[in-house]
Structures are given as structure tokens and as C-alpha cells.
């Protein structure tokens, strides 16, 4: 059984990691596939990339803020 404040120290640190890590990731990833000057299409690719990592927060978080059961 862990106690919330050490669920919410690990999971702090995960979404840090987690955010760093898509970021560079989506502009790696933006620097092999998108064409060069199509702005359009940067503009809605960053847009998806920017919030592609809340679907892979959100169990991180909902784990995070999970209440410690009664013992």
C-alpha cells in the first residue's frame, strides 16, 4: 500500500519526464515527416502532438489522486 504523498511525488515526476520526453519526441518525429513550408499542415500536426500526451497522463493521474483505502 502506498501513501498518496509518495503516489503524488512518482507521478510528478513521471508527467515531467512524460511531457519532456513527447515533446522532443513530436519535434523529432516532426522533423522526419512533415513536408518543409506546408504550414498548415505543421500547425495541425503540433496541434494533435500537443495534446496527445493528456490521453497518456490521464491514468497517471487518476492513479496519482486514487484515495488510500481504510486499513
Do not use: E
Not at 508527467?15 to 522526419?32: E, I, R
Not at 498548415?40 to 493521474?61: D, E, K, N, Q, T
Request: charge should be positive; aromatic fraction near 10%; charged fraction near 10%.
Amino acid at each position: 500500500m502506498m501513501p498518496i504523498r509518495t503516489r503524488k511525488l512518482i507521478g510528478a515526476i513521471a508527467l515531467l519526464l512524460l511531457v519532456v520526453l513527447w515533446a522532443f519526441g513530436a519535434m523529432a518525429f516532426a522533423q522526419l515527416v512533415l513536408p518543409s513550408g506546408n504550414q498548415l499542415a505543421a500547425l495541425l500536426y503540433y496541434a494533435a502532438a500537443g495534446m496527445g500526451w493528456v490521453l497518456i497522463a490521464m491514468p497517471l493521474i487518476s492513479w496519482m489522486l486514487r484515495r488510500d483505502r481504510a486499513r
